[in-house]
């Protein structure tokens, strides 16, 4: 019964991404929960963790024990961020980074900064996004969107895959968008030049190639020890919302989930054990469809087009070096006895 009213929940979209679907899938999750030191000695990496849904990943990662390091673009809001966290944590190591996705110059300076202050990195959560009022660039000069939701996190997975690497178990995630539901995907024409632009179509088709490439970044990482997942996180009442649709978000407020709500599966993922299928994508704790239209299919020659472009854009080898030969974390190296 519950996995029936989860599949209508899921098909008639409306209930199953507000308040309403949340609440009653929510209740076959309590065993699920993740131990409230599941975190513990782990070192968390959040972008976009300065409000909304970042901000309440990063909170509960620090309440679950992490050391959690918030990469913003903007220090004053970061700052803030980060106290209203430990003063809802008090005890919670809250580490600030600036990092402003969409820049491949910010996003050097980071990776450089966080692998002189850490020796690996056990979760990191791809969270920033925007959604422009019209076409803009970066300073390399890719369409916006891409450039923060597709090819700045390929760079910053890329430069942090020595700490990914290190740390035995690390878990990648992408929050993504339902609204990558109405969008194929853009082979043809990446970066937004053909036809009239459209800011909430960007953004949905760059979700589209979030969740797309996921199972290609896993198959790339799996070596290394790092498994790749991606979700969505349902209506979300969030501030970038009501500032880039607020005809949606008014309509819609009294149902739309909270930013705790919509951070839920995210959290699960990075603490729930045995670790989750990886390579999926996720919507309240269970492994969705990545498509409900014919017209978003595509070939596999179609996205290993894309994902060859996307990593050339975002200087990314196409293949990784391999990884080096160490013990797993909590496995029996030169030496140890497997103890955690």
């Known amino acids: 019964m519950i996995r029936t009213v989860d599949a209508l929940l899921d098909r008639t979209i409306v209930p199953g991404y507000t308040r309403l679907g949340y609440h009653l899938r929510k209740v076959s999750w309590t065993r699920d929960d993740p131990p409230t030191d599941a975190l513990h000695g782990k070192t968390a990496l959040v972008t976009g963790a300065n409000s909304g849904i970042g901000k309440s990943i990063a909170t509960r990662c620090a309440g679950l024990g992490a050391r959690t390091v918030l990469a913003v673009r903007d220090a004053d809001r ?152 991606s979700m969505h996180p349902g209506w979300v009442a969030t501030p970038g919302i009501t500032a880039a649709l607020p005809r949606f978000g008014s309509a819609l407020r009294p149902a739309m989930r909270t930013a705790a709500e919509g951070a839920d599966t995210a959290v699960w993922l990075a603490t729930t054990t045995p670790a989750p299928l990886s390579g999926h994508f996720w919507h309240d704790r269970r492994i969705r469809d990545e498509h409900y239209l014919r017209h978003t299919r595509y070939t596999e020659g179609h996205l290993l087009s894309l994902w060859e472009y996307c990593l050339d854009a975002a200087d990314v080898p196409l293949h990784p070096p391999r990884p080096p030969i160490r013990p797993r974390r909590g496995s029996a190296g030169p030496g140890g006895s497997g103890n955690r």
């Open 78 to 229: 970061g700052e803030r961020a980060r106290r209203e966290i430990r003063d809802a944590v008090p005890e919670a190591q809250v580490e600030l980074e600036l990092c402003d996705i969409a820049e491949p110059g910010s996003i050097d300076a980071c990776a450089r900064a966080l692998r002189e202050r850490h020796g690996a990195l056990d979760v990191l959560v791809h969270n920033a996004g925007v959604l422009p009022g019209e076409r803009t660039e970066n300073s390399a000069g890719h369409e916006l969107a891409l450039a923060t939701h597709v090819l700045g996190p390929l760079r910053l997975t890329d430069r942090l895959a020595p700490l990914l690497a290190a740390s035995g178990d690390a878990r990648i995630i992408f929050v993504a968008s339902g609204g990558m539901y109405t969008q194929p995907l853009p082979f043809r024409d990446p970066q937004y030049r053909r036809g009239e632009y459209r800011g909430a179509t960007a953004y949905a088709r760059t979700k589209r190639i979030q969740v797309a490439f996921g199972p290609l970044l896993d198959g790339r990482l799996a070596d290394h020890g790092v498994s790749v997942h």
